[in-house]
């Protein structure tokens, strides 16, 4: 919105500023952080009277988690708030592209604010029925593929590009978008399923967040996708802002959810992180960079899913207890310990994503 500022700019003065994307980045991310730090706690305040109980626990998870009773949940709201109201502030709102993610954000975060309140509605850990949220999540993808692949340049339409390989490019033809749909649905449900303790997902969902803005920033810019050889998609460089304000937004959040957390994210939160990163990802044409930036949602993802399938084949379990965050939990790793290595795995994919777009 800010952006048409420039309109009364004559080059030389201060509404100037406003053309220049990472000065805009910049406003998203103070504008998130404030809004934060201002409605985060009234949000808690509302969320602890309205929610009673709190979050359900579940009966057979780590014997530490009996301390979280009582603790809120839908925190997720005051990050969607902080990154939407960024987002709209400073990005410029004719981008296609910044509607597509927040278009997936949101529908996202509406299926994980309705999951949330039929938990603590019901007082259950089960909330809307798994394939309801499944089907729901897959129409939503299926929507911002289709749009997406209509916005990428002919090119590189139904293209999945390859990272390190130079100029190399695998035509999926009809099948980019089932692709791009599991993309972003996996993403959403790997998101929350790491989400399990105090501060775990928001630092990883904010460290891959700014790692694909910076990804977006930079194929959105002809100049440097000539010197990096990487694949051009114009507009793609406006995410920065969305990603900005994310990131902005995850650090207000985790004011309030860093150990001992005063609120949880809920699936509201986790969903929206999830399925922006998705969106990002197949917006760029980085969705193979994106399993590497997020490669610790992955491995928590293939935990429960190894986890699940040699139960049902032996009927014993590989991991004490899955995600395998909670593995770690029984081994007796203290919480925080588990968090801070986890985010600094988190920090090392990141720096290894960003490589591929020199190493060619």
Not at 41 to 49: D, E, G, T
Not at 87 to 101: E, G, H, Q, S, Y
Not at 231 to 254: D, K, Q, R, S
Not at 269 to 282: K, Q, Y
Request: glycine content about 12%; hydrophobic content about 55%; cysteine-free.
């Amino acid at each position: 919105m800010l952006y048409w500022l420039t309109l009364l700019s004559d080059g030389g003065d201060a509404f100037n500023l406003f053309r220049y994307i990472t000065f805009r980045a910049g406003g998203a991310f103070l504008t998130a952080l404030l809004f934060g730090f201002l409605f985060g706690p009234p949000l808690i305040n509302v969320l602890r009277r309205s929610q009673g109980k709190g979050q359900p626990i579940r009966s057979d998870g780590p014997e530490t988690h009996a301390t979280k009773v009582g603790t809120p949940t839908m925190g997720g709201l005051l990050i969607v708030g902080a990154l939407v109201t960024s987002t709209l502030l400073w990005a410029r709102l004719d981008n296609a592209f910044v509607w597509i993610v927040l278009f997936v954000t949101l529908a996202f975060g509406a299926i994980g604010f309705a999951d949330d309140y039929a938990k603590v509605a019901r007082q259950n850990v089960k909330g809307v029925p798994g394939k309801l949220r499944l089907a729901l999540g897959f129409l939503i993808a299926a929507v911002a593929a289709v749009w997406a692949a209509h916005l990428h340049p002919p090119e590189l339409t139904n293209q999945l590009a390859l990272p390190i390989f130079k100029d190399t490019l695998v035509n999926l033809g009809v099948l980019f978008v089932p692709f791009a749909m599991i993309v972003i649905v996996g993403a959403a449900n790997a998101v929350n399923l790491t989400d399990g303790l105090d501060g775990l997902a928001i630092m990883p969902a904010m460290i891959a967040a700014g790692t694909l803005g910076v990804i977006a920033y930079a194929v959105g810019r002809v100049d440097f996708t000539e010197y990096l050889d990487v694949h051009y998609v114009p507009g793609t460089g406006e995410i920065l802002i969305f990603t900005a304000g994310l990131f902005g937004g995850g650090l207000g959040f985790l004011w309030y959810n860093a150990p001992p957390a005063a609120v949880f994210m809920g699936d509201t939160g986790s969903l929206a992180l999830g399925g922006a990163l998705g969106a990002i990802a197949v917006a760029t044409k980085h969705e193979i960079v994106l399993a590497i930036v997020g490669g610790l949602f992955v491995v928590e993802a293939l935990s429960v899913i190894v986890q699940v399938l040699y139960f049902k084949r032996t009927g014993k379990r590989v991991f004490l207890m899955a995600p395998i965050h909670h593995h770690y939990e029984k081994k007796g790793w203290a919480e925080p310990t588990i968090v801070i290595r986890f985010w600094i795995i988190s920090l090392i994919l990141a720096v290894i994503g960003l490589a591929t777009l020199k190493v060619r």
